[in-house]
Nanobody, 115 residues
Framework: QVQLVESGGGLVQSGGSLRLSCAAS????????MGWYRQAPGKERDLVAH???????NYADSVKGRFTISGDTAKNTVYLQMNSLKPEDTAVYYC?????????WGQGTQVTVSS
């Protein structure tokens, strides 16, 4: 069983920055993929970014050039650096880890961007 704990959410003005952290109870090196998803009120949960065990990253078009996903294997932590935040980035952000064949989720952290 893998536990994921997110932190770093909060309220920020449009154009500001936040860094989300996802601390895993196990080694992130053992994960096939780790990523961040977000869910706004009344909407589905969508992929924001993910990083594979080989270091390949992928981003949603809406965040390309503004968000960066990275991992620290020594701390078993994955980060999401979010710059140039927009009101439409407001959502609950969830950390995800996939280790075949199981998917694991964190409890989520709220990000609110005011205009």
């Amino acid at each position: 069983q893998v536990q994921l704990v997110e932190s770093g959410g909060g309220l920020v003005q449009s154009g500001g920055s936040l860094r989300l952290s996802c601390a895993a109870s196990g080694s992130i090196v053992s994960m096939n993929v780790m990523g961040w998803y977000r869910q706004a009120p009344g909407k589905e949960r969508d992929l924001v970014a993910h990083i594979t065990s080989g270091g390949t990253t992928n981003y949603a078009d809406s965040v390309k050039g503004r968000f960066t996903i990275s991992g620290d294997t020594a701390k078993n932590t994955v980060y999401l650096q979010m710059n140039s935040l927009k009101p439409e980035d407001t959502a609950v952000y969830y950390c995800n880890a996939f280790r075949f064949p199981r998917n694991y989720w964190g409890q989520g952290t709220q990000v609110t961007v005011s205009s």
